[in-house]
T-cell receptor, first 115, second 114 residues
Framework: NAGVMQNPRHLVRRRGQEARLRCSPM?????VYWYRQLPEEGLKFMVY????????ESGMPKERFSAEFPKEGPSILRIQQVVRGDSAAYFC?????????????FGPGTRLTVL | AQSVSQHNHHVILSEAASLELGCNYS??????LFWYVQYPGQHLQLLLK??????LVKGIKGFEAEFIKSKFSFNLRKPSVQWSDTAEYFC????????????FGAGTRLTVKP
């Protein structure tokens, strides 16, 4: 049973370029979460999605960041016109059918470096 | 809004020493509690979790945690650490029934000297 998959593992972009981060949830999971981890800091919640729906995006920066979880295919976190401050590790987590005892399982992360 | 505090930012121990990492949360309602571990260069892995029942929870690799409701605490313990336990440890909390509202502590870096 494959775990949460993320790709790429490492991504280097120049300022002003776009970054696309992909996340495939664990089999049977329909809930996806994106977090950002800055150096020496804990994880900060960004967005929570179910298939074709954004449920909670309260942690997303208002500009340049967007996320989707289409009916088919992985969830995508998109960062437009990246800046140096976007350099961080971005983790995706998934959880099951939505019970009160669901557990989030994490992918390996994408480490974004903005030059 | 809920928050999670991990008081120790960096803990250094020798092998075979006992470990206790503190975690306190602030939230008035019923919560689910988690400890995750992140080994160097790797992703977060679930160590243990508490939803209800026995407040002493046993996890993988010899770790355990005790939920003390009156103290809003969920401290992580291990009686004898190994060099391979060197990692960052994160406490996390979410309100029961609101799984997406997961709040993480800032993490505690554990270094175990061989």
């Amino acid at each position: 049973n494959a775990g949460v998959m993320q790709n790429p593992r490492h991504l280097v972009r120049r300022r002003g370029q776009e970054a696309r981060l992909r996340c495939s949830p664990m089999k049977g999971h329909s809930h996806v979460y994106w977090y950002r981890q800055l150096p020496e800091e804990g994880l900060k919640f960004m967005v929570y999605l179910q298939k074709e729906n954004i449920i909670d995006e309260s942690g997303m920066p208002k500009e340049r960041f967007s996320a989707e979880f289409p009916k088919e295919g992985p969830s995508i976190l998109r960062i437009q016109q990246v800046v140096r401050g976007d350099s961080a590790a971005y983790f995706c987590a998934s959880s099951g059918p939505g019970t009160t005892t669901d557990t989030q399982y994490f992918g390996p992360g994408t480490r974004l470096t903005v030059l | 809004a809920q928050s999670v505090s991990q008081h120790n930012h960096h803990v250094i121990l020798s092998e075979a020493a006992s470990l206790e990492l503190g975690c306190n949360y602030s939230y008035g309602g019923t919560v689910n509690l988690f400890w995750y571990v992140q080994y160097p260069g790797q992703h977060l892995q679930l160590l243990l979790k508490y939803f209800s029942g026995d407040p002493l929870v046993k996890g993988i690799k010899g770790f355990e945690a005790e939920f003390i409701k009156s103290k809003f605490s969920f401290n992580l313990r291990k009686p004898s650490v190994q060099w391979s336990d060197t990692a960052e440890y994160f406490c996390a909390v979410n309100p029961r029934g609101n799984n997406n509202d997961m709040r993480f502590g800032a993490g505690t870096r554990l270094t175990v000297k061989p």
